[in-house]
């Protein structure tokens, strides 16, 4: 398939980026949150750490849920074993990880960093072959049958869960962070943790990477495309199936990504690790609507601020906070945020 | 008739437990316009969807440029040379004018000349080109859903009732871009409701009723012919004209 190609040569305006369909009111909510959190928490330098947390924890939520989002948008395929991609992905790092020890405790941060990418290509490298293998297997006989995709998924959660425990043992595994991003930065009162920041940095290399691919590339056209109407797509001479594996493999293999960064946010490893994480995946997937990056984007960051806002506001009601919001953005818009593009 | 592009050889197509076609003959000819009548639910766009393996023939042969097809995969099918335009007219709102072209030029970007030439057809959507598709008006969407079908060459238009909630107007421009479009001799099987449409444009007419084509030949003929229109199309008719 030659569809990962620029083609622009009709002479017309070139493509915008972010291309926002028009709607930019949902992009307000972050900013509108983030103020709103800060007369609550009253103090200046708790409010930014506050911040910086859930900006981080928004970040690797949103890599774990962007490739599911598309998965369910373009298939409607409810793949509730997305989370053995997490915990493989972050055991799979150990791999490199645990024998580059000696890299990750030099005190350079190129040498930090190297292991770390080394790690993020091996986890999502195995992550995306599993996910082709997923597909084929698992995913492929059910579709269409909804029930039985929450019954296959779950089934092949299980038995990848139980596989670490057999190849790693049932026992947890430290994995600690290197030196370099280790620790904090401290500018006045306020405390930033370097790995959030790090955290950041590859939530945005993430969104900026898959803007490109869905709006400058083909193969991102025909996604755009699938997710509103497949069978349309079809009619046009595609397989969408083809294109449904390519991002069943994409993004297994983010959730490979994802569970690299929790796994090293969290400092230690333990097979549940994903299934932990799901139940926010699909909070934010509900909120930001089937199928859309941007809204899963958004509602990544939502919901990670709110639940550091509650957490230190009200730890009590803090995973509470999350089901309530979903439940007034399905008031305020009931596909979700960008949830209209989907039929 | 032994140039047809495309011939459906008793054919039966299943919805669920609703036996929808039951038998369907018809021929469509090659370079021509063939128009598709009959009353609500008589099964145009279902055949429409059979020969497009939407709906999977239960029986029957569906033979298409010498080759059976009634067994392949939609996409299989439309790369065979099948642009099909659905009674939704399947525009992708989300995707501006622009890119809703460029998804249906399979070669990766349509021909500058041809490109210019449905432009032509259709000014409205070179106006538009960047605006969000689901903008557009409904008489827009049908343009650009028509332009879409059009923009590289296929074997064979399926046209799914073009002029449907259009005004006067916007029919006439239509039928005048479907002559251009025939100059080009395309086959073209487009299912319509409104007889003055495809009076003033069909080669060859097929009627169906009940899952089964109940009659086929010229337009011209049938235009002509007040009494068979009656018989066939019944009352309704008139209030098309
Ligand atoms: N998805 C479906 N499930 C069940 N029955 C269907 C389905 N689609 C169509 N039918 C039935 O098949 C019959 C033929 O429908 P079809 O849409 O082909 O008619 P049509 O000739 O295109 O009608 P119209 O002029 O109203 O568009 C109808 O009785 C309809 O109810
Ligand atoms: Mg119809």
């Given at each position: 398939m030659a569809i990962v190609q620029r083609s622009d040569t009709t002479g017309r305006p070139?493509?915008?980026?972010?291309?926002?369909?028009?709607?930019r009111l949902p992009l307000l909510l972050v900013p509108a949150l983030v103020l709103l959190a800060l007369p609550l928490i009253g103090a200046f330098p708790a409010w930014i750490t506050l911040t910086l947390a859930g900006l981080a924890m928004g970040m690797m939520i949103f890599i774990m849920a962007s490739g599911l989002t598309l998965v369910f948008g373009l298939m409607d395929v409810l793949n509730f074993?997305?989370?053995?991609?997490?915990?493989?992905?972050?055991?799979?790092?150990?791999?490199?990880?645990?024998?580059?020890?000696?890299?990750?405790?030099?005190?350079?941060?190129?040498?930090?960093?190297?292991?770390i990418a080394l790690a993020i290509v091996v986890a999502m490298a195995g992550t995306g072959a599993l996910g082709l293998v997923f597909e084929r297997v698992i995913v492929r006989p059910v579709y269409g049958q909804h029930l039985k995709q929450i019954l296959v998924t779950m089934g092949g959660l299980i038995i990848a869960e139980q596989m670490i425990h057999v190849l790693w043992g049932p026992q947890q595994i430290a994995l600690p962070l290197p030196t370099g991003i280790r620790g904090a930065i401290v500018v006045g009162e306020v405390a930033l943790e370097r790995y959030r920041l790090f955290a950041v940095g590859v939530g945005l290399?993430?969104?900026?990477?898959?803007?490109?691919?869905?709006?400058?590339?083909r193969l991102g056209l025909l996604i755009r495309a699938g997710v509103e109407n497949s069978e349309m797509v079809q009619a046009l001479g595609y397989d969408i199936r083809r294109l449904f594996v390519l991002v069943f493999v994409a993004g297994s293999a983010l959730a490979g990504l994802g569970g690299v960064m929790w796994g090293l946010y969290r400092e230690v490893l333990v097979a549940g690790m994903g299934m932990e994480v799901m139940v926010l995946v699909f909070i934010v997937i509900i909120i930001g609507g089937l199928g859309s990056v941007w809204g899963c984007f958004i509602g990544a960051l939502m919901v990670a601020l709110l639940a550091n806002y509650t957490g230190f506001l009200m730890p009590k009601v803090a995973l509470g906070s999350n089901i309530l919001l979903m439940v007034l953005i399905l008031l305020w818009r009931p596909q979700g945020l960008y949830g209209g593009a989907k039929r | 008739m032994s140039d047809a592009l495309l011939q459906l050889s008793g054919v039966h197509t299943h919805i669920g437990h609703y036996h929808i076609l039951q038998g369907v003959d018809l021929v469509v000819p090659r370079g021509e316009l063939t128009m598709l009548l009959g009353r609500n639910g008589a099964g145009k766009t279902t055949t429409l969807r059979t020969i497009l393996g939407m709906w999977r023939a239960s029986a029957g042969h569906i033979a298409f440029d010498g080759q059976e097809i009634a067994a392949r995969a939609t996409p299989e099918i439309a790369r065979a040379g099948v642009a099909y335009v659905p009674e939704n007219m399947g525009i992708f709102s989300g995707l501006t004018v622009r890119e809703n072209i460029l998804?249906?030029?399979?070669?990766?970007a349509p021909e500058a000349r041809r490109l210019q030439w449905v432009l032509g057809l259709f000014p409205a959507l070179e106006k538009f080109w960047n605006l969000s598709a689901g903008a557009l008006s409904g008489g827009q969407?049908?343009?650009?859903?028509?332009?879409?079908?059009?923009?590289?060459?296929?074997?064979?238009?399926?046209?799914?009732?073009?002029?449907?909630g259009l005004a006067p107007a916007i029919i006439g421009n239509m039928i005048e871009?479907?002559?251009?479009?025939?100059?080009?001799?395309?086959?073209?099987?487009?299912?319509?409701?409104?007889?003055?449409?495809?009076?003033?444009?069909?080669?060859?007419?097929?009627?169906?009723?009940?899952?089964?084509?109940?009659?086929?030949?010229?337009?011209?003929?049938?235009?002509?012919?007040?009494?068979?229109?009656?018989?066939?199309?019944?009352?309704?008719?008139?209030?098309?004209?």
């Open positions: 070139a493509w915008r980026l972010p291309r926002l369909a028009g709607d074993g997305h989370g053995a991609f997490i915990s493989i992905g972050a055991f799979l790092a150990t791999l490199v990880l645990l024998p580059l020890a000696a890299w990750m405790q030099a005190d350079n941060i190129w040498m930090n960093l190297a292991a290399v993430v969104l900026i990477g898959m803007l490109l691919v869905l709006n400058r590339t | 998804v249906a030029a399979r070669a990766g969407k049908q343009m650009l859903a028509i332009a879409r079908a059009m923009i590289e060459p296929r074997k064979l238009l399926l046209i799914d009732e073009p002029t449907k871009a479907f002559r251009e479009l025939k100059r080009t001799e395309t086959t073209i099987l487009l299912v319509e409701q409104n007889f003055r449409f495809a009076s003033a444009l069909g080669d060859h007419v097929a009627v169906m009723d009940d899952g089964r084509i109940v009659h086929a030949g010229a337009m011209a003929a049938l235009a002509k012919d007040r009494d068979l229109q009656q018989r066939l199309l019944g009352l309704s008719l008139d209030s098309h004209q």
